[in-house]
């Protein structure tokens, strides 16, 4: 297996492009079951988890094509894929293939909008808390399917077609609402989605399913409404800029200090971190090109924080922040509410010498003047690059082991860091 070595100490100056969205790709690689016609995606990023998805699709007789480089692309230019869903040849997603990654349980409302049936296994445990599908499953029941659980597959099945509902959601989600979304679009009749989800991500997924024929209004805000059609059309889309690995790096911009141009970012997607960031004494300016970040002098300024649903500040730049503030010079607090038990970068973090107290779902976080490297893992992927923001301001070396959680999310990391500077290396093996 992989490992990541850091050697801290180094300030970050220079350009780092930021990738599509991988929160976006999945869901818009995921929407190519709900048309026989091929959906081109530009923009998708090179990483882990859109390779499995890719697997995933294949085995339900999607073909995935990806295009090769064109003239002046550079080698951080995102991937095309020719995605073509043109037969369905097997409607049921096996458990080995689900429990690899949580995101690809959602094919089952493309299945069923399209072909009546879906057999999906349950996704089973998850490093970050108990994630259900409940709410996935209440979304798709209210679109008229009957819904099973037999051998831990969940049995989905419209055999005339969905029609169109109202999808009240209890609390805010994602998978929810790209479910929901995903049944509606091809149901009979109307649909209103309450209390709908409203990240960046759901918003490029509408938009591209609108490109595809769909009628939908609202989507990016509470209340979404949607016209179902009779069959959705290929398209072509380019995948939004990644927010979480935008707000990654501008933290690990704010841990080491220097000055770094993050290519490509809109800073209208994570506007609740950019706000932390300047709180903690950070120069955030937005350009033509993306968005420059600056801390030179000044120490870093302690925060509290909750996440919360978009706009709020995201839960997947938590981890991120939490590194940040070990090295405040005071004491800061961060409340995480989205997912139960997303703190195992705490103990890991103790490694390099944080001082950092979990009292339920708050954690308190005193400041030390300074980080020790040490041997770390981390089992999920924003924990994993929290341990790589503290290690790079950390003295002597750090070794980040399991590091196929940052493949799965981060895009050549160890590249676009040390291209601004940074001490760190992967080492095969
Ligand atoms: N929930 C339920 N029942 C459900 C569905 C969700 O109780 O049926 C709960 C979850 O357990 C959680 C909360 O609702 O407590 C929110 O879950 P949500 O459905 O919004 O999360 P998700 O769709 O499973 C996506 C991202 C996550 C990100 C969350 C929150 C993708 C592929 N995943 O997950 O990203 O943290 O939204 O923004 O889009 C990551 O990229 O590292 C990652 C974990």
């Not at 180094?10 to 929160?23: T, Y």
């Not at 989800?197 to 997924?205: L, Q, T």
């Not at 002098?297 to 940040?324: E, H, K, N, R, S």
């Amino acid at each position: 297996m992989d490992r990541i070595r850091i050697v801290g100490g180094q300030p970050l100056k220079g350009r780092i492009p930021i990738s599509g969205a991988k929160n976006a790709t999945l869901p818009l690689m995921i929407a190519s079951l709900l048309t026989d016609e091929p959906l081109v995606l530009e923009n998708v990023p090179r990483l882990a988890d859109v390779a499995l998805l890719q697997r995933i699709l294949g085995n339900h007789g999607v073909d995935v094509m990806v295009g090769g480089k064109r003239p002046g692309d550079g080698e951080y230019d995102g991937q095309t894929l020719h995605i073509s869903a043109k037969r369905i040849v097997d409607t049921t997603a096996p458990y080995d293939l689900v429990s690899r990654m949580r995101a690809s349980f959602w094919v089952i409302a493309p299945l069923v909008a399209r072909m009546g049936e879906a057999k999906v296994s349950l996704p089973g445990g998850c490093a970050i808390g108990t994630r259900p599908v409940d709410l996935l499953l209440m979304a798709l029941r209210n679109l008229g399917a009957e819904i099973e659980i037999d051998g831990g597959y969940v049995l989905a099945r419209a055999p005339h077609g969905l029609r169109g509902g109202e999808i009240v959601f209890p609390k805010v989600t994602v998978s929810g609402t790209h479910t929901a979304l995903m049944g509606a679009v091809l149901a009979k009749g109307a649909t209103v989605i309450e209390n709908a989800a409203c990240e960046p991500e759901i918003a490029d997924v509408a938009d591209c399913l609108v490109k595809m024929g769909a009628r939908i209004k609202g989507a990016g805000t509470p209340r979404i409404e949607i016209e179902g059609v009779a069959r959705l059309d290929g398209t072509r889309h380019r995948v939004l800029a990644d927010r979480i690995e935008t707000g990654t790096y501008a933290m690990a911009v704010a841990m080491t200090g220097g000055d770094v141009m993050l290519d490509g970012a809109r800073p209208e997607l994570l506007q609740a971190a950019l706000d932390v960031l300047v709180e903690a004494g950070v120069e955030i300016a937005a350009t033509n090109e993306g968005l420059r970040v600056q801390r030179n002098g000044a120490g870093i300024a302690p925060v509290t924080v909750t996440t919360a649903p978009f706009p709020g500040f995201p839960t997947d730049l938590q981890a991120q922040l939490m590194a940040l503030m070990t090295r405040a010079k005071g004491t800061s607090r961060i409340t995480e509410t989205i997912f139960e038990n997303r703190f195992m970068h705490v103990q890991e973090l103790a490694r390099f010498g944080a001082d950092i107290r979990l009292d339920g779902e708050t954690a308190t976080i005193a400041g030390v003047p300074r980080l020790k490297g040490a041997p770390v893992m981390a089992t999920d992927l924003r924990a994993s690059v929290s341990l790589v923001i503290a290690a790079l301001v950390a003295e002597g070396e750090t070794l980040v082991n399991r590091v196929y959680h940052l493949d799965r999310g981060f895009e050549r990391l160890e590249d676009k860091l040390s291209a601004c500077g940074a001490e760190i290396e992967r080492i095969s093996g």
